[in-house]
T-cell receptor, first 109, second 113 residues
């Protein structure tokens, strides 16, 4: 069964304290690995798509990487405005995404 | 450029009632997908519409149905509401068969009492 698992469930960081979020997946014929940010009461906001192992993408303080079994979202020197739930999703095809349960990140000043 | 628009933003219904949620996709997008997100969970795929037809469906009962109109907007209908249907319903639009990030709306928060 296709599955996406994220860890940790929650993460508390001091401002400036770098860390990584993990997304492991078992998705047959993965065609894309997606990262989204979701603020409370809002829909997910697209961050990155990774297509093949070894690929990396960066946006401001965020960097996403992909291996054959997992993806990492690295957060460098986070700020309080980075506080959100980060969702990972795998796409076996273009019709649907399989989401993990997310990592709830809190960054304190 | 307007993104994905969903209405209403909040809704309270009684068990057994029926509900219709609406979605206007991002300008230029032709495909609409619906997801259900329970509290503390990731979104779960309900179904996808393209060219006014249901293309693929997730593990949801027939009480969940949808429609896409010629202008690409879409409706999600849920019949015989159960308490467990309480969730955030998300609409996402995209270009058909193009791998890439969906654009999600802010969702409709449905509470069934």
């Amino acid at each position: 069964e296709d599955q996406v698992t994220q860890s940790p469930e929650a993460l508390r960081l001091q401002e400036g304290e770098s860390s990584s979020l993990n997304c492991s997946y078992t998705v047959s014929g993965l065609r894309g690995l997606f990262w989204y940010r979701q603020d409370p009461g809002k829909g997910p906001e697209f961050l990155f798509t990774l297509y093949s192992a070894g690929e990396e993408k960066e946006k401001e303080r965020l960097k996403a990487t992909l291996t054959k079994k997992e993806s990492f979202l690295h957060i460098t020197a986070p700020k309080p405005e980075d506080s959100a739930t980060y969702l990972c999703a795998g796409g076996p095809d273009t019709d649907k995404l399989i989401f993990g349960t997310g990592t709830r990140l809190q960054v304190f000043p | 450029d307007a993104g994905v628009t969903q209405s209403p933003t909040h809704l309270i219904k009684t068990r057994g009632q029926q509900v219709t949620l609406r979605c206007s996709p991002k300008s230029g997008h032709d495909t609409v997908s619906w997801y259900q997100q329970a509290l503390g969970q990731g979104p779960q795929f309900i179904f996808q519409y393209y060219e006014e037809e249901e293309r693929q469906r997730g593990n949801f009962p027939d009480r969940f149905s949808g429609h896409q109109f010629p202008n690409y907007s879409s409706e999600l209908n849920v019949n015989a509401l159960l308490l467990g249907d309480s969730a955030l319903y998300l609409c996402a639009s995209s270009f058909f068969e193009r791998i890439g990030g969906y654009t999600f709306g802010s969702g409709t928060r449905l509470t069934v009492v």
